[in-house]
């Protein structure tokens, strides 16, 4: 069922709101992608992994992140934006809680490729919230606060985990996102608005297929 949304529906105050917890949103997503890189030196030392091996820990979560990237319009307008942040955001915070827990490389790419499947979408799907919820003439100040969220999160990522990672270890660093998940999910049942979504909306299953193929042998031969 078609729920819309017009900005007349929320205050300034309302719409501002909403902006911050998107935008905390999407950075909690792109924190992952930067979060690995300061505690891969302890992760290769506790996993007994080589170079080449531990490089899949980044790898794995970058192509996943843009492959369900290209697919967040469909997922977006089929599912509801409000309905698919949630499952996004739920699934995104598991994964962060089994990478917590895992003690293995093998189960680490594993949680590491689904985290990535499910931040991806987040990003796009909360501009589009965003922009359905201010005016045209406010469209300008609403994207650079939201772009403020994705540039400020991927620098703290490297910090925040050798933080973690020093004082506690490289397991920490992953739970504490999935406690960032746990808030977030929160924030979004509380102040996330539901936007029209059509169950009519078809995917090019076939051109993210080559999609999904071609990063992934891209991805391969680089690294």
Known sequence: MSVPVRPDDFSSL??????????FTSGLAMLSLTIANAILPQMQGDLSAG????SWVV???VAATAISMSAAGWIGIR?????????????FT????MLGLADSLEQVIF?????GLFAGPVPPMSITIVLNIFPIRQHGPATMGMTAGYALAPSMGPVVGAYLTDIYSWHVSFLFMALLGVVVISLILVKAPAVDRRSDLR??????LTLTVALGAAQWTLD
């Open 94 to 97: 598991i994964a962060s809680a």
């Open 51 to 54: 170079f080449e091996e531990i």
């Open 79 to 91: 599912l509801g934006q409000r309905r698919a942040l949630i499952i996004c955001t739920v699934g």
């Open 14 to 23: 309302q719409r501002w709101i909403i902006l911050a917890v998107l935008a």
């Open 203 to 208: 995917l090019d299953w076939f051109g993210l």
């Open 111 to 115: 949680w590491r490729t689904f985290q």
């Open 59 to 61: 790898t794995a979560t």
